[in-house]
């Protein structure tokens, strides 16, 4: 993913005159896999590709041969390119009955890479946040913090829809208790990891229990600082969990044409969620400083 992010300026400072990587993706299909990439200023902004694995294979053979290859690229640009576009972060909440300044936050981001649906990034996570706030909402006890799911816009270019929350929310950010994200996988969630204050780890401990009879394990470290988007609250102060799910076919799919919802799995979608509200309904009633 590096590579595809500064690959074309890092080629360019070396005289080429386009940049052509392998698809980081894990597929073996004829489709290559996209995503953000930046230019330096000042350096030459040349065309980046990216081929599928099978094409990578075959130029990787011709150019064993050690003979000239010659390789002929026509490509253009798939949208508006220099327009300033308006987009918005969704949020919605559980106000909490008892302490209602006080937020447990659960996030996904709303955009999606424009060649395939989006199902696996990050409809499963929209999905999931979504249903978690909704079965909350229909109990009758109501959490004693508040549960705010954010959708974030712009994730994919750069976190541009979490930068502008943080900056809104720096002088509440204290308030906000402990969060989790979903972007990441397809498969059931084997393990949690925290990243909470030493006394908050005895509360972690009580939590994982009503875990692990769904195979659910506690990682040993605790330097969970959120995923994706989380991870700028976190290094605003939040304190985050980490759920870690079966990545195996994430990147089969991911950012290609291939991402759409008949790649979802189904069950493994309904445990994931089940977790994600376990751990909010938990956390909002849990009273326990994750700070501290």
């Excluded at 953000?36 to 980046?48: D, Q, S």
């Excluded at 302490?99 to 996030?107: A, K």
């Excluded at 990891?193 to 972690?204: I, N």
């Excluded at 969970?224 to 994430?250: C, R, T």
């Amino acid at each position: 993913v590096g590579a595809r992010v500064a690959g074309a300026s890092a080629a360019a400072k070396k005289g080429a005159l386009a940049f052509i990587m392998r698809s980081v993706g894990t597929d073996t299909d004829r489709i290559g896999h996209t995503g953000m990439m930046r230019y330096e200023e000042g350096i030459a902004k040349i065309p980046a590709v990216a081929l599928s694995n099978p094409d990578a294979d075959l130029l990787e053979n011709m150019l064993r041969r050690e003979q000239p290859v010659t390789f002929s690229l026509n490509t253009s640009a798939s949208g508006p390119t220099g327009d300033t576009v308006t987009i918005a972060n969704v949020i919605g909440e559980v106000t909490g009955a008892e302490t209602p300044d006080e937020l447990i936050t659960l996030g996904a981001h709303i955009d999606s890479w424009d060649v395939g649906t989006g199902a696996i990034d990050d409809g499963i996570g929209i999905g999931i946040v979504l249903a978690a706030g909704h079965y909350i909402a229909t109990m009758e006890q109501r959490p004693a913090r508040t549960i705010r799911v954010i959708l974030f816009a712009a994730e994919e270019i750069g976190l541009v829809g979490v930068r502008d929350y943080v900056a809104q929310h720096k002088a509440d950010m204290s308030q906000h208790m402990l969060g989790a994200e979903w972007d990441f996988g397809n498969g059931r969630i084997y393990e949690v990891e925290p990243g909470v204050g030493p006394q908050a780890l005895a509360s972690v401990r009580d939590f994982a229990n009503y875990l692990a009879p769904m195979g659910v394990g506690l990682a040993s470290t605790n330097t969970a600082k959120g995923q994706s988007d989380m991870s700028l609250l976190g290094e605003a102060g939040q304190p985050a969990f980490n759920f870690a799910p079966d990545g195996l076919d994430y990147f089969d799919y991911h950012h290609t044409e291939n991402d759409t919802l008949d790649k979802v799995d189904q069950d493994a979608l309904k445990l994931n969620t089940t977790i994600y509200t376990l751990f909010a309904w938990y956390a909002a009633n849990s009273g326990v400083d994750y700070r501290q």
